[in-house]
C-alpha cells in the first residue's frame, strides 16, 4: 500500500485543488453570470458527450486496462502494439459518430425542443466534444496503465477546470460572447490530449507500431470479446450515471434550469468521490497485476483497506457539505431552494457507494468479468426507469430518489457476488464505528445556532465538526493507513 498511498496523496492534491477551482466555478462564478439554462447547457452537453464518447471507444479502454501487464511482461517496449490498436479504434469509432449522429438530431429535437431549446441549438458541439473526449479517455487509460496517474489526475481533475475558469472570466470581461464561450468549452479536451501525448511519448509510453505482435496474434480473439462486453458494460454504466441530467432535461417542469439545480448538487456531493477517484486510478494495476499473479490476499487486503478509507473520507466531506447547505441556498437565491434536499438523498447514495470500495475494479480485472457487464445491465434497468417515473412525477428530486434506489440495489448484488465467487467482502466493525462518530459530531455540530453571517457559520460548524472527527477517528483507531498517514504527517511538521 506505500505506492498506492504515496500516490494518493499526490492525486489526491491535485483533485482537491481541481474541486477547489470548481467550486468556485459552479457555486460563485456560473450563478453569477449566466442563467440557469446556460449552466444546464454546459452539463448537458458533457453528459451527452460522455455517453457517445464511451461508444467511440469502441471497448479500447478496458482491454487496455486488463491486458497491459501482460504486454508489459512478454512483448518489448519497441514492439508494443497496444496504444496504436486502441488509437485506431478510437478513430473508428469517432468516424462512425459523424456519420450516426445527424440521423439522431430530429429525435433529439424532438424530445428537447420544447423543455431545453438551447440545448437543440448548440447540438453540432457535440461532435468536438465528443471526439475530444474519446482521445482524452484513451490516453487516460494509457497513462493509468503505465502508473502515471499524477499526471492524469491533474490533467482531468485540476487543467480542466481551470481552464473552465478562464473561459468563464473572459466571459465576464466581455472579450467573448456566450456563443463563443460554449463553443471553446467543446474544446476544452484538447489542451489536456496535447499534454497527455508530449509526456507520453517523450517516456516511450505511446510509441506507435502498426505491425502487430505475437501476443497480439494469440490474444486478439479473448481482447475481441473482452473489448466488446466491456464496451457494453462501459456503455450501460456511464447512461446510468447521466441519465438523470438528461432526462430532467427533457422531461422535467424546469428543463434545463431543473439541470443546472442538479448539476450544482451533483458537483457538491461529488466533492466526496475525490478520494475514490484517485484510489481508483492508483489501484487498479496493482489489481490487474493480482490478478494475473493469482494473488487473492493482496486483492483481500485492497478491498478492505479501500473500503473503509473512502467511507470515512466521504463521512468527513460529507458533514461538512449538509452542514453549509442552508448557507449556501440563500448565497444562491430562490431558483436554487430544492438544492437541499436533492444533496441529502444523493449524499446518502454516493456514501452507499463509497462504502463498497472496489467492487468494479475486482469484477472488471477478474476471470468473472463478464458480471459487471450483467451488473451494468441490472443499474441500467433500474436507474432508467425510475428516474423517469419519478421525475415525471417530483421533477428535480425525482432522479436523486431514483439514483438512490437504483445504487443500493446495485452495489448490494455486486457485494453478494464477490462475496459469493471470492469469499471476499470490505466491512468491518470499524465501518459501523466511523458512521456512528460521523453521525454524533454532525449533530452537535448542527446545534450550534445561525449567526446570520454565513462565513461565522461555515467557521464555526466546520470548526465543531471536521476536528472533533478526525480526534475520534485516530483515537479509535478506526483506519491503519489513516493512522500511519496522520503519524507520518506529523513527523513531517516536527522535522
Known amino acids: ?39 444546464g447547457l454546459t452539463r448537458i452537453l458533457l453528459d451527452v458527450a460522455m455517453v457517445f ?86 490516453l487516460e487509460a494509457h497513462a493509468w496503465s503505465q502508473r502515471r496517474t499524477v499526471l492524469s489526475n491533474a490533467l482531468k481533475e485540476f487543467v480542466f477546470r481551470l481552464l473552465t475558469t478562464a473561459l468563464i472570466l473572459a466571459f465576464m470581461a466581455g472579450w467573448v460572447d456566450f456563443n463563443r464561450f460554449i463553443s471553446l468549452y467543446a474544446w476544452i479536451y484538447l489542451p489536456a490530449i496535447l499534454v497527455f501525448v508530449a509526456v507520453l511519448s517523450r517516456n516511450g509510453g505511446l510509441a506507435l507500431h502498426p505491425r502487430p505482435s505475437r501476443l497480439t496474434g494469440r490474444m486478439a480473439g479473448r481482447m475481441a470479446s473482452f473489448g466488446g462486453f466491456m464496451l457494453g458494460g462501459a456503455i450501460l454504466n456511464i447512461v446510468a450515471r447521466t441519465n438523470d441530467t438528461i432526462i430532467l432535461a427533457s422531461q422535467s417542469t424546469g428543463g434545463l434550469s431543473d439541470a443546472a439545480v442538479f448539476t450544482i448538487a451533483t458537483y457538491l456531493v461529488t466533492v466526496m468521490d475525490v478520494p475514490q477517484r484517485s484510489l481508483v486510478s492508483i489501484s487498479t494495476p496493482f489489481i490487474a497485476e ?40 440563500r448565497f444562491l437565491g430562490s431558483p436554487y431552494a430544492a438544492l437541499t434536499m436533492v444533496v441529502m438523498v ?23 468479468w463478464k458480471i459487471e457487464f450483467l451488473t451494468n445491465i441490472l443499474l441500467v434497468a433500474l436507474s432508467i426507469p425510475l428516474n423517469y417515473w419519478l421525475t415525471k412525477r417530483y421533477d428535480v428530486m425525482g ?71 478526525i480526534f475520534m477517528v485516530l483515537r479509535l483507531k478506526i483506519s491503519a493507513d489513516i493512522n500511519e498517514l496522520a503519524l507520518a504527517l506529523w513527523r513531517r511538521i516536527g522535522r
Open 346 to 368: 444523493s449524499g446518502i447514495a454516493k456514501l452507499v457507494d463509497l462504502a463498497t470500495g472496489l467492487n468494479t475494479q475486482i469484477l472488471l480485472l477478474s476471470r468473472f
Open 53 to 138: 464518447g464511451t461508444v467511440c471507444t469502441l471497448g479500447s479502454i478496458p482491454v487496455t486496462l486488463r491486458f497491459h501487464p501482460f504486454y508489459r511482461s512478454w512483448v518489448p517496449e519497441n514492439k508494443n502494439d497496444l496504444p496504436f490498436i486502441s488509437l485506431m479504434l478510437g478513430a473508428l469509432g469517432s468516424a462512425l459518430l459523424m456519420v450516426a449522429l445527424p440521423w439522431m438530431k430530429p429525435f433529439i429535437i424532438r424530445k428537447f425542443g420544447a423543455r431545453s431549446p438551447l440545448f437543440v441549438e448548440y447540438f453540432n458541439l457535440l461532435y468536438p466534444f465528443t471526439v475530444s473526449i474519446v482521445f482524452f479517455t484513451i
Open 399 to 469: 432522479p436523486a430518489y431514483g439514483n438512490l434506489i437504483a445504487l443500493c440495489i446495485f452495489n448490494g448484488t455486486r457485494f453478494v457476488l464477490i462475496w459469493k465467487l471470492f469469499r471476499l467482502q470490505p466491512f468491518s466493525l470499524s465501518h459501523v464505528k466511523a458512521l456512528v462518530i460521523g453521525g454524533v459530531c454532525l449533530l452537535l455540530a448542527g446545534l450550534i445556532p445561525d449567526t446570520g453571517t454565513m462565513a461565522l457559520n461555515i467557521f464555526l460548524q466546520s470548526a465543531a465538526f471536521l476536528p472533533a472527527f
Open 290 to 329: 493480482a490478478w494475473k499473479n493469482r494473488d487473492l490476499p493482496r486483492i483481500d487486503r485492497l478491498y478492505k483497506k479501500t473500503s473503509l478509507n473512502l467511507l470515512v473520507a466521504g463521512i468527513a466531506i460529507f458533514g461538512m457539505v449538509l452542514l453549509h447547505l442552508d448557507d449556501a441556498v
Open 1 to 39: 500500500m506505500g505506492v498506492v498511498r504515496r500516490q494518493s496523496i499526490l492525486s489526491s492534491l491535485f483533485i482537491y485543488l481541481g474541486f477547489a477551482i470548481g467550486a468556485v466555478n459552479i457555486l460563485l462564478l456560473f450563478p453569477r453570470h449566466f442563467t440557469p439554462e446556460q449552466i
